[in-house]
């Protein structure tokens, strides 16, 4: 599903948010408060959105690895990181969140954007975000969620259910994917349950952050000292 829709992937991402992906983003990788000497992985990298923005960041990271298992995506990343002067700082791998290839605490920051709901094992990944971490290495995740205030969740379900799976499958082609990316969201994690599960797996000083009305949470923490 993920490669059938590569092509028309980024463009929907900015057009379905009215370009406020962007700023989310950049705020997770203000999140992390990198000094200009971190590696950081980024895991779910589709085409690489928030790799470059780890790159272009001020300070930016030395290096970023971007992991992803749709080739499609991947390509498409490889492509705009040379478009951008940025394929010596990014290395982008094919491979599983869940096994994901780096050797142990050789990582000082994880990234995940709106591909956690799509990671079978959601423990299982974390599990390995850990493991790659140094100790005190810092995590930025984004993923949509579904606003509590009345108003707002309405009109979110309303579009979400409605309004996105049609434009969505307009633009892409895809019959089913914008389905998915409805019915993944709203079945997944509340914010509760997401940050219960970040301190099961060993992280410290968890935090979830409501952006845009609650419809996006970035979640932060840190790896501890045990």
């Known amino acids: ?62 290096r970023v690895v971007g992991v992803d298992f749709a080739a499609a995506m991947l390509s498409i990343g490889v492509n ?11 290395a982008m791998v094919q491979g599983d969140a869940t096994r ?23 423990m299982a990944a974390f599990r390995e975000m850990y493991r790659a971490l140094r100790v005190g290495g810092r995590i930025a995740i984004l993923e949509f969620a579904v606003p509590q205030t009345p108003g707002v969740r309405s009109v979110y379900l309303w579009y979400f259910k409605h309004v996105l799976p049609r434009l969505g499958r307009l633009i892409s082609g895809h019959a089913t994917a914008y389905q998915y990316l409805q019915a993944s969201v709203t079945a997944f994690a509340t914010p509760d ?27 932060t923490g840190r790896k501890g000292d045990s």
């Not at 829709?5 to 700023?23: K, T, V």
């Not at 040379?82 to 700082?89: F, H, M, V």
Request: with cysteine.
């Open 1 to 62: 599903m993920f490669d059938a829709i590569a092509g028309r992937y980024d463009f929907l991402n900015h057009f379905l948010s009215g370009g406020i992906d962007r700023s989310w983003r950049r705020k997770a990788i203000r999140s992390l408060a990198l000094t200009g000497r971190e590696r950081v992985l980024d895991l779910c990298t589709g085409t690489g959105d928030v790799a470059i923005a780890a790159c272009q960041a001020t300070p930016r990271a030395a």
């Open 80 to 90: 705009k990181l040379k478009g951008q002067q940025l394929a010596s700082a990014v």
């Open 193 to 219: 349950e997401f940050v219960k599960l970040l301190r099961q797996a060993g992280f410290v000083e968890v935090a979830a952050s409501p952006l845009t009305f609650g419809t996006v949470i970035l979640y």
């Open 100 to 122: 994901i290839p780096v050797t142990d605490g050789s990582v000082d920051a994880v990234t995940v954007a709106f591909g956690i709901r799509n990671v079978h094992d959601v």
